[in-house]
Protein backbone atom coordinates (compact mmCIF):
# COMPACT_ATOMS: atom_id res chain seq x y z
CA UNK A 1 0.00 0.00 0.00
CA UNK A 2 1.49 3.24 -0.93
CA UNK A 3 1.34 6.46 1.88
CA UNK A 4 0.89 9.80 0.61
CA UNK A 5 2.04 13.15 2.52
CA UNK A 6 -0.14 15.69 0.86
CA UNK A 7 1.28 19.38 1.82
CA UNK A 8 -0.64 22.59 1.46
CA UNK A 9 -1.91 25.48 2.86
CA UNK A 10 -5.55 25.15 2.55
CA UNK A 11 -6.27 23.28 5.03
CA UNK A 12 -9.93 22.27 3.51
CA UNK A 13 -8.23 20.88 0.24
CA UNK A 14 -5.66 18.72 2.67
CA UNK A 15 -9.18 17.17 4.23
CA UNK A 16 -10.70 17.14 1.03
CA UNK A 17 -7.93 15.08 -0.96
CA UNK A 18 -7.03 13.01 2.31
CA UNK A 19 -10.56 11.26 3.15
CA UNK A 20 -11.14 10.53 -1.11
CA UNK A 21 -7.82 9.05 -0.78
CA UNK A 22 -8.29 7.39 2.39
CA UNK A 23 -11.62 6.18 0.47
CA UNK A 24 -9.71 4.66 -2.20
CA UNK A 25 -7.16 2.47 0.18
CA UNK A 26 -4.46 4.85 0.23
CA UNK A 27 -2.47 5.82 4.04
CA UNK A 28 -2.66 9.28 3.96
CA UNK A 29 -0.51 12.46 6.39
CA UNK A 30 -1.10 16.11 5.41
CA UNK A 31 1.13 19.12 6.17
CA UNK A 32 0.06 22.90 5.69
CA UNK A 33 3.55 24.24 5.62
CA UNK A 34 6.56 23.08 3.46
CA UNK A 35 8.81 23.00 6.75
CA UNK A 36 5.88 20.91 8.60
CA UNK A 37 5.75 18.37 5.29
CA UNK A 38 9.18 18.28 5.42
CA UNK A 39 9.36 17.08 9.15
CA UNK A 40 6.93 14.41 8.63
CA UNK A 41 8.57 12.97 5.58
CA UNK A 42 12.10 12.62 7.97
CA UNK A 43 10.23 10.82 10.60
CA UNK A 44 7.58 8.88 8.40
CA UNK A 45 7.86 6.68 5.39
CA UNK A 46 5.80 8.00 2.49
CA UNK A 47 6.25 6.69 -1.03
CA UNK A 48 3.75 9.95 -2.74
CA UNK A 49 4.46 13.58 -2.03
CA UNK A 50 1.33 15.72 -3.30
CA UNK A 51 2.71 18.96 -2.61
CA UNK A 52 1.07 22.13 -3.56
CA UNK A 53 3.48 24.90 -5.47
CA UNK A 54 2.36 27.78 -3.33
CA UNK A 55 2.46 27.05 0.15
CA UNK A 56 3.42 29.93 2.85
CA UNK A 57 6.77 28.89 3.81
CA UNK A 58 8.00 27.74 0.80
CA UNK A 59 7.38 26.97 -2.87
CA UNK A 60 7.17 23.16 -4.10
CA UNK A 61 10.64 23.14 -6.09
CA UNK A 62 12.22 23.58 -2.22
CA UNK A 63 9.92 20.41 -0.89
CA UNK A 64 10.77 19.03 -4.20
CA UNK A 65 14.49 19.02 -3.66
CA UNK A 66 14.51 18.59 -0.16
CA UNK A 67 12.68 15.36 -0.29
CA UNK A 68 14.45 13.96 -3.11
CA UNK A 69 17.77 14.94 -1.33
CA UNK A 70 16.67 12.62 1.27
CA UNK A 71 14.81 9.47 -0.20
CA UNK A 72 15.50 10.10 -4.37
CA UNK A 73 13.01 7.22 -5.51
CA UNK A 74 10.15 9.13 -3.53
CA UNK A 75 7.97 10.42 -6.03
CA UNK A 76 6.54 14.05 -6.08
CA UNK A 77 3.48 15.58 -7.77
CA UNK A 78 3.12 18.84 -7.79
CA UNK A 79 -0.28 20.79 -7.57
CA UNK A 80 -0.50 23.95 -8.99
CA UNK A 81 -2.59 26.59 -10.49
CA UNK A 82 -3.26 27.27 -14.16
CA UNK A 83 -0.99 30.38 -14.45
CA UNK A 84 2.10 28.22 -12.80
CA UNK A 85 1.92 25.46 -15.45
CA UNK A 86 5.05 26.67 -17.32
CA UNK A 87 6.37 27.04 -13.93
CA UNK A 88 5.24 23.61 -12.90
CA UNK A 89 6.84 21.84 -16.34
CA UNK A 90 10.00 23.52 -15.02
CA UNK A 91 9.94 21.37 -12.16
CA UNK A 92 9.33 18.01 -13.85
CA UNK A 93 12.37 18.56 -15.77
CA UNK A 94 13.85 19.01 -12.31
CA UNK A 95 12.70 15.47 -10.70
CA UNK A 96 8.68 16.00 -9.85
CA UNK A 97 6.73 13.24 -11.44
CA UNK A 98 3.83 15.14 -12.76
CA UNK A 99 1.51 17.79 -12.26
CA UNK A 100 -1.89 18.54 -11.32
CA UNK A 101 -3.94 21.43 -12.42
CA UNK A 102 -6.45 23.23 -10.03
CA UNK A 103 -9.58 23.20 -9.77
CA UNK A 104 -8.64 19.60 -8.89
CA UNK A 105 -10.69 16.74 -10.46
CA UNK A 106 -10.84 14.07 -8.22
CA UNK A 107 -10.70 11.19 -11.07
CA UNK A 108 -7.48 13.08 -12.11
CA UNK A 109 -5.92 13.00 -9.08
CA UNK A 110 -6.22 9.17 -8.90
CA UNK A 111 -4.95 8.49 -12.30
CA UNK A 112 -1.90 10.50 -11.94
CA UNK A 113 -1.47 8.34 -8.41
CA UNK A 114 -2.09 5.44 -10.16
CA UNK A 115 0.59 6.42 -12.73
CA UNK A 116 2.83 7.42 -10.18
CA UNK A 117 2.45 3.97 -8.62
CA UNK A 118 3.54 2.11 -11.74
CA UNK A 119 6.70 4.33 -11.80
CA UNK A 120 7.33 3.48 -7.70
CA UNK A 121 7.23 0.07 -8.74
CA UNK A 122 9.64 -0.09 -11.34
CA UNK A 123 12.16 2.62 -9.26
CA UNK A 124 15.87 1.98 -9.19
CA UNK A 125 16.06 0.80 -12.74
CA UNK A 126 18.87 1.58 -14.88
CA UNK A 127 20.09 1.95 -18.27
CA UNK A 128 21.85 -1.47 -19.20
CA UNK A 129 21.12 -4.39 -20.66
CA UNK A 130 21.05 -6.26 -17.10
CA UNK A 131 17.73 -4.78 -16.04
CA UNK A 132 16.21 -5.85 -19.80
CA UNK A 133 12.87 -8.70 -18.88
CA UNK A 134 10.89 -9.70 -21.19
CA UNK A 135 7.19 -8.58 -21.71
CA UNK A 136 4.95 -11.33 -20.70
CA UNK A 137 1.94 -9.88 -23.56
CA UNK A 138 3.89 -9.63 -26.69
CA UNK A 139 7.89 -11.30 -25.60
CA UNK A 140 9.34 -7.55 -26.52
CA UNK A 141 12.58 -6.63 -24.33
CA UNK A 142 12.03 -3.41 -22.54
CA UNK A 143 13.44 -1.85 -19.59
CA UNK A 144 11.77 -2.30 -16.17
CA UNK A 145 11.72 1.65 -16.43
CA UNK A 146 9.11 4.37 -17.03
CA UNK A 147 11.19 6.23 -19.79
CA UNK A 148 14.39 3.91 -21.04
CA UNK A 149 14.03 1.14 -23.35
CA UNK A 150 17.69 -0.25 -25.19
CA UNK A 151 16.73 -1.09 -28.31
CA UNK A 152 19.06 -4.14 -30.59
CA UNK A 153 19.83 -1.68 -34.16
CA UNK A 154 23.51 -1.59 -34.85
CA UNK A 155 23.29 2.11 -34.51
CA UNK A 156 21.88 1.66 -30.95
CA UNK A 157 24.50 -0.40 -29.47
CA UNK A 158 27.35 2.07 -31.15
CA UNK A 159 25.48 4.70 -29.72
CA UNK A 160 25.15 3.05 -26.01
CA UNK A 161 28.91 2.00 -26.39
CA UNK A 162 30.01 5.72 -26.42
CA UNK A 163 27.44 6.31 -23.67
CA UNK A 164 29.38 4.23 -21.51
CA UNK A 165 32.81 5.05 -22.66
CA UNK A 166 32.50 9.02 -21.80
CA UNK A 167 30.01 8.63 -18.65
CA UNK A 168 32.39 7.50 -16.13
CA UNK A 169 34.62 10.87 -17.01
CA UNK A 170 34.49 14.40 -16.15
CA UNK A 171 34.00 15.37 -20.14
CA UNK A 172 31.40 17.77 -21.02
CA UNK A 173 29.49 16.83 -23.67
CA UNK A 174 27.49 17.80 -26.53
CA UNK A 175 24.41 15.90 -27.85
CA UNK A 176 23.71 16.13 -31.67
CA UNK A 177 20.49 14.85 -32.98
CA UNK A 178 17.04 15.75 -34.76
CA UNK A 179 14.50 16.82 -32.30
CA UNK A 180 12.82 14.15 -30.95
CA UNK A 181 15.77 11.92 -30.79
CA UNK A 182 15.75 11.79 -26.99
CA UNK A 183 18.34 13.75 -26.40
CA UNK A 184 17.35 15.24 -22.82
CA UNK A 185 17.29 11.14 -22.03
CA UNK A 186 20.78 10.43 -23.42
CA UNK A 187 21.70 13.56 -21.20
CA UNK A 188 20.33 11.55 -18.23
CA UNK A 189 21.96 8.00 -19.34
CA UNK A 190 25.08 9.74 -18.89
CA UNK A 191 24.58 11.56 -15.62
CA UNK A 192 23.44 7.73 -14.55
CA UNK A 193 26.50 5.76 -15.46
CA UNK A 194 29.01 8.92 -13.88
CA UNK A 195 29.86 8.74 -10.33
CA UNK A 196 27.42 11.89 -10.05
CA UNK A 197 24.55 9.60 -10.71
CA UNK A 198 22.87 10.54 -6.90
CA UNK A 199 23.25 14.26 -7.24
CA UNK A 200 20.63 16.16 -9.08
CA UNK A 201 20.65 16.35 -12.48
CA UNK A 202 19.07 19.68 -14.08
CA UNK A 203 17.76 20.30 -17.79
CA UNK A 204 17.13 23.73 -18.82
CA UNK A 205 15.72 24.52 -22.76
CA UNK A 206 17.85 27.26 -23.62
CA UNK A 207 15.41 28.01 -26.45
CA UNK A 208 12.92 29.61 -24.24
CA UNK A 209 15.17 31.75 -22.40
CA UNK A 210 14.58 35.74 -23.34
CA UNK A 211 17.98 37.64 -23.14
CA UNK A 212 16.95 39.32 -20.55
CA UNK A 213 15.86 36.26 -17.89
CA UNK A 214 18.45 34.34 -19.02
CA UNK A 215 20.67 35.18 -16.49
CA UNK A 216 18.64 34.61 -13.54
CA UNK A 217 17.39 31.17 -14.88
CA UNK A 218 20.58 30.56 -14.86
CA UNK A 219 22.48 31.36 -12.44
CA UNK A 220 19.81 32.92 -10.33
CA UNK A 221 18.97 36.45 -8.37
CA UNK A 222 18.64 37.86 -5.07
CA UNK A 223 15.77 39.82 -4.38
CA UNK A 224 14.86 42.99 -5.99
CA UNK A 225 17.55 43.02 -8.45
CA UNK A 226 15.17 43.89 -10.93
CA UNK A 227 11.27 44.56 -11.53
CA UNK A 228 9.74 41.49 -10.56
CA UNK A 229 12.66 39.84 -8.36
CA UNK A 230 10.06 39.48 -5.23
CA UNK A 231 12.27 36.88 -3.97
CA UNK A 232 15.70 34.98 -3.73
CA UNK A 233 15.92 32.39 -6.54
CA UNK A 234 17.85 30.04 -7.28
CA UNK A 235 19.31 29.21 -10.63
CA UNK A 236 19.55 26.11 -12.95
CA UNK A 237 23.21 25.97 -12.04
CA UNK A 238 23.30 26.44 -8.33
CA UNK A 239 20.48 23.49 -8.19
CA UNK A 240 22.66 21.20 -10.36
CA UNK A 241 26.33 22.16 -8.38
CA UNK A 242 27.66 18.61 -7.60
CA UNK A 243 25.39 17.30 -9.83
CA UNK A 244 25.09 17.66 -14.01
CA UNK A 245 23.25 20.43 -16.16
CA UNK A 246 21.76 19.81 -18.87
CA UNK A 247 21.19 22.87 -21.14
CA UNK A 248 19.13 22.11 -24.10
CA UNK A 249 19.10 23.65 -28.01
CA UNK A 250 22.23 25.97 -26.39
CA UNK A 251 22.83 26.78 -29.84
CA UNK A 252 19.81 29.39 -28.97
CA UNK A 253 21.08 31.16 -25.74
CA UNK A 254 21.80 34.95 -26.93
CA UNK A 255 25.56 35.85 -27.74
CA UNK A 256 26.08 37.94 -24.44
CA UNK A 257 24.52 35.53 -22.11
CA UNK A 258 27.07 32.71 -24.20
CA UNK A 259 30.20 35.05 -22.94
CA UNK A 260 28.47 34.99 -19.24
CA UNK A 261 28.48 31.46 -19.21
CA UNK A 262 31.91 31.07 -20.88
CA UNK A 263 33.20 33.10 -17.78
CA UNK A 264 31.23 30.86 -15.06
CA UNK A 265 32.69 27.42 -16.85
CA UNK A 266 36.40 28.85 -17.09
CA UNK A 267 36.17 29.61 -13.10
CA UNK A 268 34.01 27.78 -11.76
CA UNK A 269 32.14 30.24 -9.64
CA UNK A 270 29.44 32.84 -10.54
CA UNK A 271 27.18 35.26 -8.42
CA UNK A 272 23.53 35.50 -8.34
CA UNK A 273 22.09 38.31 -10.41
CA UNK A 274 22.37 41.40 -7.91
CA UNK A 275 24.51 39.44 -5.84
CA UNK A 276 27.71 39.49 -4.13
CA UNK A 277 28.31 36.57 -2.75
CA UNK A 278 30.87 34.28 -5.28
CA UNK A 279 30.16 30.78 -5.42
CA UNK A 280 31.79 27.74 -6.45
CA UNK A 281 30.54 25.46 -8.64
CA UNK A 282 31.49 21.34 -9.01
CA UNK A 283 29.40 20.66 -12.11
CA UNK A 284 29.51 18.42 -15.65
CA UNK A 285 27.95 20.03 -18.44
CA UNK A 286 25.86 18.45 -21.11
CA UNK A 287 24.49 20.53 -23.93
CA UNK A 288 22.59 19.39 -26.90
CA UNK A 289 21.57 20.97 -30.13
CA UNK A 290 20.06 20.00 -33.16
CA UNK A 291 22.47 21.96 -35.51
CA UNK A 292 26.31 21.86 -35.71
CA UNK A 293 27.75 24.13 -33.32
CA UNK A 294 30.88 24.59 -35.61
CA UNK A 295 28.84 25.93 -38.29
CA UNK A 296 26.96 28.39 -36.01
CA UNK A 297 30.41 29.32 -34.68
CA UNK A 298 31.65 29.84 -38.20
CA UNK A 299 28.86 31.67 -39.06
CA UNK A 300 28.88 33.94 -36.04
CA UNK A 301 26.10 32.66 -34.45
CA UNK A 302 28.05 30.86 -31.12
CA UNK A 303 31.39 31.71 -29.89
CA UNK A 304 34.13 29.49 -30.74
CA UNK A 305 35.77 29.55 -27.29
CA UNK A 306 32.47 28.32 -25.88
CA UNK A 307 32.12 25.69 -28.47
CA UNK A 308 35.33 24.26 -27.45
CA UNK A 309 34.61 24.22 -23.98
CA UNK A 310 31.95 22.11 -24.39
CA UNK A 311 33.41 19.80 -27.20
CA UNK A 312 35.24 17.46 -25.25
CA UNK A 313 32.84 14.79 -26.62
CA UNK A 314 30.47 14.74 -28.83
CA UNK A 315 27.87 11.85 -29.76
CA UNK A 316 25.16 11.51 -33.04
CA UNK A 317 22.16 10.27 -31.41
CA UNK A 318 20.89 8.67 -35.15
CA UNK A 319 17.54 9.08 -35.93
CA UNK A 320 14.66 6.81 -35.50
CA UNK A 321 14.28 6.28 -39.65
CA UNK A 322 18.04 4.76 -39.11
CA UNK A 323 17.33 2.36 -36.13
CA UNK A 324 15.03 0.15 -38.08
CA UNK A 325 15.64 -2.85 -36.40
CA UNK A 326 14.45 -0.50 -33.02
CA UNK A 327 11.05 0.30 -34.43
CA UNK A 328 8.92 -2.47 -33.28
CA UNK A 329 10.83 -2.86 -30.07
CA UNK A 330 9.21 1.29 -29.17
CA UNK A 331 6.03 0.60 -30.49
CA UNK A 332 5.61 -2.29 -28.27
CA UNK A 333 7.04 0.00 -25.35
CA UNK A 334 5.28 2.99 -26.16
CA UNK A 335 2.13 0.68 -26.12
CA UNK A 336 2.89 -0.78 -22.59
CA UNK A 337 2.89 2.59 -21.06
CA UNK A 338 -0.44 4.11 -23.20
CA UNK A 339 -2.37 0.96 -22.00
CA UNK A 340 -0.80 1.94 -18.40
CA UNK A 341 -1.90 5.54 -18.66
CA UNK A 342 -5.48 4.56 -19.97
CA UNK A 343 -5.91 1.56 -18.14
CA UNK A 344 -6.69 -0.85 -21.05
CA UNK A 345 -5.58 -3.75 -21.78
CA UNK A 346 -4.37 -3.84 -25.96
CA UNK A 347 -2.17 -6.57 -27.59
CA UNK A 348 -0.81 -5.20 -29.84
CA UNK A 349 -0.60 -4.06 -33.79
CA UNK A 350 -2.39 -5.10 -36.83
CA UNK A 351 0.65 -6.29 -39.35
CA UNK A 352 -0.46 -3.88 -41.92
CA UNK A 353 0.22 -1.29 -38.85
CA UNK A 354 3.39 -2.29 -38.29
CA UNK A 355 4.63 -2.63 -42.05
CA UNK A 356 3.28 1.56 -41.78
CA UNK A 357 5.94 2.28 -38.79
CA UNK A 358 8.45 0.45 -40.41
CA UNK A 359 8.04 2.25 -43.61
CA UNK A 360 7.58 6.12 -42.31
CA UNK A 361 10.30 8.35 -41.77
CA UNK A 362 9.21 9.65 -38.65
CA UNK A 363 10.28 13.10 -39.06
CA UNK A 364 9.60 14.12 -35.33
CA UNK A 365 11.84 10.80 -34.42
CA UNK A 366 10.41 9.19 -30.67
CA UNK A 367 8.50 11.69 -30.06
CA UNK A 368 5.87 11.48 -32.87
CA UNK A 369 5.79 7.91 -32.48
CA UNK A 370 5.15 8.11 -29.08
CA UNK A 371 2.39 10.42 -29.44
CA UNK A 372 1.04 8.27 -32.43
CA UNK A 373 0.75 5.27 -30.31
CA UNK A 374 -0.91 7.12 -27.45
CA UNK A 375 -3.32 8.54 -29.44
CA UNK A 376 -4.20 5.34 -31.41
CA UNK A 377 -4.16 3.24 -28.06
CA UNK A 378 -6.76 5.93 -26.41
CA UNK A 379 -9.19 5.47 -30.11
CA UNK A 380 -8.66 1.66 -30.02
CA UNK A 381 -11.43 -0.47 -28.43
CA UNK A 382 -10.41 -3.72 -29.68
CA UNK A 383 -7.68 -6.11 -29.37
CA UNK A 384 -5.11 -4.77 -31.66
CA UNK A 385 -4.57 -1.24 -33.14
CA UNK A 386 -5.04 -1.32 -36.78
CA UNK A 387 -4.02 1.28 -39.37
CA UNK A 388 -7.94 3.10 -39.00
CA UNK A 389 -6.63 4.98 -36.12
CA UNK A 390 -3.37 6.10 -37.18
CA UNK A 391 -2.90 9.74 -38.47
CA UNK A 392 -2.99 10.28 -42.31
CA UNK A 393 0.42 10.86 -42.85
CA UNK A 394 1.17 7.59 -42.35
CA UNK A 395 -1.12 5.98 -44.08
CA UNK A 396 -0.01 7.88 -47.32
CA UNK A 397 1.44 5.56 -49.27
CA UNK A 398 5.26 4.63 -48.34
CA UNK A 399 6.85 5.46 -51.52
CA UNK A 400 8.52 8.67 -50.45
CA UNK A 401 9.96 7.23 -47.78
CA UNK A 402 11.27 3.70 -47.95
CA UNK A 403 14.88 3.30 -47.87
CA UNK A 404 16.06 2.74 -51.29
CA UNK A 405 13.53 3.53 -53.27
CA UNK A 406 12.22 6.67 -55.88
CA UNK A 407 8.59 7.64 -56.66
CA UNK A 408 7.10 7.76 -59.17
CA UNK A 409 4.79 10.70 -60.38
CA UNK A 410 2.24 11.18 -63.11
CA UNK A 411 3.53 13.01 -65.71
CA UNK A 412 1.27 15.93 -65.85
CA UNK A 413 2.40 17.81 -69.05
CA UNK A 414 0.27 17.28 -71.81
CA UNK A 415 1.69 14.86 -74.22
CA UNK A 416 1.07 17.58 -77.38
CA UNK A 417 0.59 21.11 -77.10
CA UNK A 418 0.96 22.01 -73.69
CA UNK A 419 -0.68 24.94 -72.05
CA UNK A 420 0.42 27.64 -69.89
CA UNK A 421 -1.02 26.10 -66.63
CA UNK A 422 0.06 22.63 -67.70
CA UNK A 423 3.56 24.14 -68.13
CA UNK A 424 2.93 25.63 -64.39
CA UNK A 425 2.32 22.25 -63.24
CA UNK A 426 5.17 20.73 -64.57
CA UNK A 427 7.71 23.23 -63.29
CA UNK A 428 5.65 22.79 -59.91
CA UNK A 429 6.14 18.98 -60.17
CA UNK A 430 10.38 19.49 -60.45
CA UNK A 431 11.17 21.43 -58.03
CA UNK A 432 9.16 19.51 -55.24
CA UNK A 433 10.99 16.05 -56.81
CA UNK A 434 13.85 17.91 -56.77
CA UNK A 435 13.85 19.23 -53.39
CA UNK A 436 12.67 15.73 -52.08
CA UNK A 437 15.76 14.16 -53.34
CA UNK A 438 17.79 16.74 -51.73
CA UNK A 439 16.06 16.00 -48.53
CA UNK A 440 16.16 11.94 -48.75
CA UNK A 441 12.42 12.52 -49.09
CA UNK A 442 12.13 13.68 -45.35
CA UNK A 443 8.17 15.70 -45.86
CA UNK A 444 8.97 17.48 -43.04
CA UNK A 445 12.22 19.08 -44.51
CA UNK A 446 11.05 19.29 -48.02
CA UNK A 447 7.87 21.76 -46.89
CA UNK A 448 10.17 24.12 -44.73
CA UNK A 449 12.72 24.29 -47.69
CA UNK A 450 9.26 24.79 -50.11
CA UNK A 451 7.97 26.78 -47.29
CA UNK A 452 3.93 25.27 -47.70
CA UNK A 453 2.81 23.35 -44.67
CA UNK A 454 2.99 19.44 -44.43
CA UNK A 455 -0.96 18.84 -45.46
CA UNK A 456 -0.56 20.90 -48.38
CA UNK A 457 3.02 19.01 -49.93
CA UNK A 458 1.11 16.01 -48.57
CA UNK A 459 -2.28 17.25 -51.19
CA UNK A 460 0.52 17.73 -53.95
CA UNK A 461 2.18 14.44 -53.97
CA UNK A 462 -1.32 12.73 -53.70
CA UNK A 463 -1.64 14.45 -57.14
CA UNK A 464 1.47 13.88 -58.74
CA UNK A 465 2.41 9.98 -56.83
CA UNK A 466 1.58 6.75 -58.80
CA UNK A 467 0.70 3.93 -56.68
CA UNK A 468 4.09 2.06 -58.39
CA UNK A 469 7.38 2.81 -56.74
CA UNK A 470 10.86 1.45 -58.73
CA UNK A 471 14.52 1.03 -57.15
CA UNK A 472 16.59 3.45 -57.31
Known sequence: MNRILIVDDDMDMCALLSRFLQRKGFETETAFTGNSGISKFKEQHFDIVLCDFRLGDKEGNDVLREVKSLKPSTTVIIITGYSDI???????KQGAFDYIAKPLIPDE?????KKSQAHI??????????????????????????????????????????????????????????????KEVIG???HQYSDRANKPFIALDCGTLSKELAGSELFGHMKGSFTGAINDKEGHFEMANGGTIFLDEVGNLPIDVQAGLLRVIQERKFKRVGGTKEMNLDIRIIVASNENLQEGYR??????????????????????????????????????????ELDKDIEGFDDEVLQLFIHYSWPGNLREFRNVIRRAALLTNAPRISASVLPNEIIQPASLIETGKEPVFHSITPAKNPDLKGAASQAEYDTILKVLKQVNYNKTKAAEILKIDRKTLYNKIKDYESPKTVEE
Open 299 to 340: KGKFREDLFHRFNEFSIHIPALRDRKEDILLFADFFLQKACN
Open 121 to 182: SNAGASVSSSNISTSKQKGKPVLQDDEYLVGKDPATKELYKQIKLVAPTPYSVILYGESGTG
Open 188 to 190: KTI
Open 86 to 92: KTAVDII
Open 109 to 113: VLSVI
